[in-house]
């Protein structure tokens, strides 16, 4: 039998801003619908490539669905779907790469299109979520960041895992 | 502080509390052995320990004390002196106890008096004299005592205990795990060695890595099975026990008495008397019930709630109740049982009940349901909704009793947890508050079954059969007005599919599945309520490890939980409760009528008996309903085909010719329409053909039969979804065509088996003994418990007998041992008990003493097939 969840990839890619060290904040970068999020490393537990999926009939349609990570559930949710933004089908043999993030003592999964490198994003340079993007990200993200390769919006992972429950189709 | 003498501090000190509460029982009950022997334990473990430790005072205290009991336990009489004795002998040692804390040390002083006084009542008038045991002998008197033989030993303390304390000890895991707030984990390792206290953390991860084991060995095992030849299957097998064993230990630490959620009550009660000024006598039963650790820790705090809630709200006033002709003194009863995988817990109450009446005025008045919906629920739906959050206002304190306070927190504690609970109450006689609840959340025996691509966990204790359907046979998908029914045995039951249901395929819940196919159904039964379940696979059995559902994801009914399977793969766990919910209500599960969904869904147990009946249209007077144990199928009859045969109406039907009537007995003429439902009801091998109108739903309602308006052909009339129903007697119009229905003829009589009926009501009687004619037995019918032994003593044989739970002279369970003294010589007949509440309880306390089966009194094809079953014959297909 096969593990259905591969383990951690390292991220321990060396730190790209100068201004590194006090006020900023480590971000892992993640690329959902062709958009570059940054995840705070502080909250990432895991980057794995879940393979068995087990899809929750009348969940809301953010939930992706339930895998077995190590022994524990986890609840695997789509970012994209979270976003706003158009989901990407999933790669050959329906395995998808997820970010495990620690809430309220239980594990999600962020389902993501790939994984990037780990940034500093320094607080003093965060800007607000400018006013003509998507409403939802607003309450999503903590802020913008520019960089030299464009735009970087910053995501606030408690925000994110605050799923309304779907209003049961009568 | 001494390390030892601080744990014997603590460990003494929640003695004491228990002690405390054995202490209120036994003032009122001194000659109730189970007390006397409970605080003789205590005090006997105290004396043990603290000999050991060397407070010679306290040990002196203690021993004579313990004597003085021993001589009651061994049945002197017990006087007003001898508990006051020991009362003070208790509040000597809690003083010594108390200075002991402060100082670390024995206070001194003397109780000489006090042992004196103990010495002389425990000598006082005994008859053979205490024989002086060396200190060998005294252990193993002692010993005796433990198992509780007669303590003969009186003798020189200090030499005694020293020999006693190893063995007091054998007593001690018993008594931590009772005591109040202590953790379970007392292991004993051997009669020696002391208990240990875990921390609940520990066990909790002694659980979890448990429960991984037991993953990780399935696991291996489906490895195992896919390859063959490997060395692997005997260690696998040991490892396999192991872990079984394993499992079962650290679950077993689990389990605590759920008296350890009472241990508080009795002095709680004893505060809200004065508080109150009510008299009220608390009794608890079944306090050894165990239960998960889990479960007690979440219903704890309720069952507080609800014990305050009944005394302040549902016990009347002292006044109010003289008033009312009752005993000034009010009961709270607490009792818990083990009923089927899970444990009942009720609090009841002989208070004024709860005024209905104002419960639907008020939740009507909030628009927690519109008038429409109230009068399609029961009276314990309506009654469900003081759960409802806020509820009870300041203003609903005078309107409804007050009862209602924090009740929503009590239900959605119990609710989290895969519980129910159940109201029944009866103005002036009192509420029960019925609650059951799972024994363990964490490891289930469940079903795995599969839907599409899709493997659900279904938990066992809800499965009640796995049937197979196919058009041709006698367990058949029907379509009726509006979903679809499973035809079992004779019984109809809802169906829903569970594709549907979970929205996997394009029709909603009531898509009509492939009649023609064949189809896994699993019959499932929560709450005494049973519907059926179309999967598409079935696979195994399974236990699995049940792990909490996602919190995303907690506001879904269908799911209890998730678990990993053996393959790694993780499995929603299906929730029975949730899926019944959706039965019935349909489609509108928004807003307050979930409530009433739920209302329905959570019949714990039984104790509202609701018969399922089928509503129909017929003429100008309907709506009518029969009750849907009596239908045998559904049809509908094309007019064209109807042909007269004499002066009646009759359809070739299966091959055989089939009367059909209308609701008045009458022939069914053809009429304008070309298809017309219609009811088959069945007696033995014959059918006849109810033609209606139009059949409208079937429902489940308490049946409160109006029995005032009766004619013939109707058993009464009853109000069905708010307007007044007539129900049909399926007998009548049956002998309206087949006049031998119930008419044994006068040669036939003789070789019938013969059948004799005590029910104290004629209007149950005369519904019943046609019933037992149709299918074939002879019939006596008595209205009294004495009638019936004076029948049975006139030497009849009689080959069964049918039993009313409440026979006004006797109870129908005295009856039955009655009647079993009174056949001599005659081997065992078989006897059913007929019974309006058919809890759980009631059943296993009826099947206990004897009876082969209990049968609400609606319930006629259960009688017969009861009947039937109890006496070996076969039962005929219906």
């Given amino acids: ?170 | 502080m001494d390390e030892l003498l601080r744990e014997f501090l603590i460990e003494t000190n929640e003695s004491l509390e228990t002690v405390d509460m054995q202490l209120v029982k036994f003032e009122r009950e001194p000659g109730n052995q189970d007390i006397l022997r409970a605080i003789f334990r205590l005090v006997h473990t105290i004396k043990g320990t603290c000999g050991f430790l060397g407070l010679g005072r306290l040990e002196a205290v203690a021993h004579a004390a313990e004597t003085v009991m021993g001589r009651l336990r061994d049945g002197k009489p017990v006087t007003r002196d001898a508990v006051s004795l020991i009362l003070k002998s208790i509040d000597r040692i809690k003083h010594i106890l108390a200075e002991i804390d402060r100082t670390a040390s024995e206070p001194q002083g003397s109780d000489g008096e006090l042992i004196d006084a103990l010495n002389r009542a425990a000598d006082d008038d005994l008859a053979p004299a205490p024989k002086a045991a060396a200190a060998s002998t005294v252990a193993i008197d002692e010993f005796d005592a433990l198992v509780l033989e007669p303590d003969e030993a009186v003798t020189v303390p200090a030499v005694a205990s020293q020999a006693v304390a190893p063995e007091a000890s054998a007593e001690e895991p018993a008594e931590l795990v009772s005591i109040p707030g202590a953790e379970p984990g007392a292991a004993t390792v051997s009669a020696a060695a002391s208990t240990l206290r875990v921390s609940v953390d520990t066990l909790e991860r002694l659980l979890t890595m448990v429960s991984e084991l037991v993953l990780t060995r399935n696991q291996l095992m489906e490895i195992a099975r896919q390859k063959e030849g490997h060395g692997f299957a005997v260690p696998l097998q040991r490892l396999s026990h192991v872990t079984a064993e394993l499992q079962d230990c650290v679950m077993k630490t689990r389990m605590q008495p759920i008296g350890n959620a009472w241990h508080k009550l009795p002095r709680l009660m004893r505060d809200l008397q004065s508080e109150l000024d009510k008299e009220i006598a608390l009794v608890l039963q079944g306090a050894d019930t165990e239960l998960d650790r889990q479960v007690l820790d979440v219903i704890k705090d309720p069952l507080t709630h609800m014990v305050r809630n009944a005394a302040d709200h549902g016990i009347e006033s002292r006044e109010a109740r003289l008033k009312a002709g009752k005993p000034a003194r009010a009961t709270i009863t607490l009792s818990a049982f083990h009923a089927g995988g899970t444990i009942t817990i009720e609090v009841t109450d002989d208070g004024r009940g709860l005024d209905y009446q104002k419960i639907r005025a008020k939740a009507l008045q909030k628009g927690l349901a519109t008038e429409a919906e109230m009068e399609r629920m029961s009276e314990a739906q309506i009654l469900k909704f003081i759960f409802l959050a806020g509820f009870s206002t300041a203003e609903a304190i005078t309107a409804i009793s007050g009862r209602g306070v924090g009740l929503d927190v009590v239900h959605s504690n119990i609710e989290t947890i895969g519980g129910t609970v159940d109201i029944r109450s009866k103005p002036g006689v009192g509420t029960t508050f019925s609650i059951s609840l799972p024994l363990t959340l964490a490891i289930v025996p469940a079903l795995l079954v599969g839907v599409g691509a899709h493997k659900f966990a279904l938990p066992q204790t809800a499965v009640v059969e796995l049937v197979r359907t196919s058009a041709s046979s006698e367990t058949r998908i029907e379509r009726l007005d509006g979903g679809t029914v499973l035809a079992l045995r004779g019984q109809l039951l809802p169906l829903m599919s569970l594709a549907g249901l979970l929205g996997l395929d394009a029709g909603g819940p009531e898509a009509a599945p492939d009649a023609e196919q064949a189809n896994f159904v699993v019959v499932l039964s929560v709450a005494s309520r049973r519907f059926a379940v179309l999967v598409e696979s079935v696979f195994h059995t399974e236990e699995i490890v049940v792990k909490p559902l996602s919190s995303k994801l907690r506001h879904l009914p269908y799911y209890s939980g998730t678990t990993i399977l053996g393959d790694g793969s993780v499995v929603l766990i299906v929730e029975p409760n949730g899926l019944a919910r959706m039965l019935g209500t349909g489609s509108d599960l928004n807003g307050p009528s979930q409530h009433a969904g739920d209302a329905a869904a959570g019949t714990a147990a039984g104790q509202e008996h609701k018969t399922a009946l089928l509503v129909f249209g017929a003429g100008e007077r309907g709506p009518f309903a029969v009750p849907l144990s009596s239908v045998t199928r559904l049809e509908e009859v094309d007019s064209t085909r109807i042909e007269w045969s004499g002066d009646r109406t009759i359809i070739q039907y299966r091959g055989k010719l089939m009367p059909l009537v209308t609701i008045d007995g009458m022939p069914a003429h053809p009429d304008g329409r070309e298809r017309r439902p219609c009811l088959v009801l069945a007696y033995g091998e014959r059918s006849l053909g109810l033609v209606v109108d139009e059949i409208v739903d079937v429902v489940e309602e308490r049946l409160d039969l109006d029995l005032d308006g009766a004619r013939a052909g109707f058993i009464g009339s009853a109000v069905v979804r708010g307007k007044t129903t007539g129900v049909l007697d399926s007998c009548y119009i049956l002998q309206q065509v087949f006049p031998d229905v119930g008419e044994p003829g006068p040669e036939k009589a003789k070789q019938l088996p013969w059948v004799l009926l005590a029910d104290d009501s004629a209007f149950f009687r005369d519904m019943l003994v046609p019933v037992l004619r149709a299918a074939g037995y002879g019939v006596t019918t008595v209205g009294s418990g004495k009638a019936a032994i004076a029948a049975l003593s006139e030497g009849r044989p009689f080959a069964a007998a049918i039993l009313d739970r409440a026979l006004p002279d006797m109870d129908g369970l005295d009856g039955l041992d009655a009647m079993r003294r009174e056949r001599r010589g005659g081997e065992a007949m078989p006897v059913l008990v007929l019974s309006s509440r058919l809890g759980a309880k009631e059943r296993a306390s009826a099947m206990a003493r004897g009876a082969q089966g209990v049968f609400s009194k609606f319930d006629r094809q259960g009688i017969v097939a009861g009947l039937e079953a109890a006496m070996g014959r076969t039962q005929e297909a219906a």
């Fill in chain 1, 1 to 170: 039998m096969s593990m259905n969840a591969q383990g951690s990839q390292s991220h321990d890619k060396p730190v790209d801003d100068l201004s590194a060290g006090l006020g900023s904040n480590p971000c892992i970068t993640v690329t959902v619908g062709g958009h570059r999020f940054g995840i705070p490393i502080a909250r990432v537990e895991d980057v794995f490539v879940a393979t068995a999926v087990t899809p929750v009939p009348k969940a809301s349609a953010e939930i992706v669905g339930l895998l077995n990570l190590r022994g524990k559930v986890v609840t695997a949710i789509s970012l994209a779907v979270r976003l706003g933004l158009k989901a990407e089908p999933a790669s050959e043999g329906g395995s998808m790469t997820a970010i495990g993030v620690g809430h309220a003592g239980e594990t999600f999964g962020l389902v993501v299109s790939a994984v990037g490198e780990v940034i500093e994003l320094p607080v003093t340079r965060r800007e607000p979520v400018p006013p003509h993007f998507d409403p939802r990200w607003a309450t999503l993200a903590t802020g913008v960041h520019q960089r030299e390769d464009g735009l970087l919006v910053e995501l606030d992972v408690d925000a994110l895992l605050e799923i309304a429950p779907r209003a049961e189709a009568a």
